[in-house]
């Protein structure tokens, strides 16, 4: 703002004191001081107000960029699950293929009343011979 020191402040009071006499001094230094705080009060009230302002540009800013690390996430995310999706739904597709001959052989059973109350049973490969003699129970323990 204006910058007055000690001596301009003195030299400004004489001329003021010369001017305008003894008896309006006074009035007119209560007039320079209420002058002076609104100016102050004013000048400080423009200043907050563009504090806010920028302030405020500051948070959109900063909205702007969370929503944009967001939104990168969200893509980021969208293609792991396509990625992890893609092979899972060709396993699947592989392993309807290989069960489907199957329960159309079982289908075509239940229809002719093979099955137990009429149910399609696919039967599952095993890993090794399974034997149902207790005499090989026996000897394996």
Do not use: C, Y
């Amino acid at each position: 703002m204006i910058e007055i020191s000690f001596g301009k402040l003195v030299l400004l009071a004489l001329v003021a004191l010369i001017v305008l006499g003894p008896e309006k001094l006074p009035g007119a230094a209560r007039t320079a001081g209420a002058l002076l705080r609104r100016v102050r009060s004013g000048w400080d009230n423009v200043r907050a107000e563009v504090e806010r302002e920028l302030e405020i540009e500051e948070i959109k800013r900063t909205a702007r960029e969370a929503a944009a690390r967001a939104e990168a996430l969200q893509n980021q995310l969208n293609d792991g699950a396509r990625q992890v999706r893609e092979p899972l739904a060709g396993m699947v597709d592989e392993a309807t293929a290989m069960v489907r001959p199957e329960a159309a052989v079982g289908q075509e059973g239940a229809e002719q009343g093979d099955g137990p109350s009429g149910q399609v049973q696919a039967e599952l490969p095993l890993a090794g011979p399974v034997s149902h003699d207790a005499t090989n129970r026996d000897s394996a323990a």
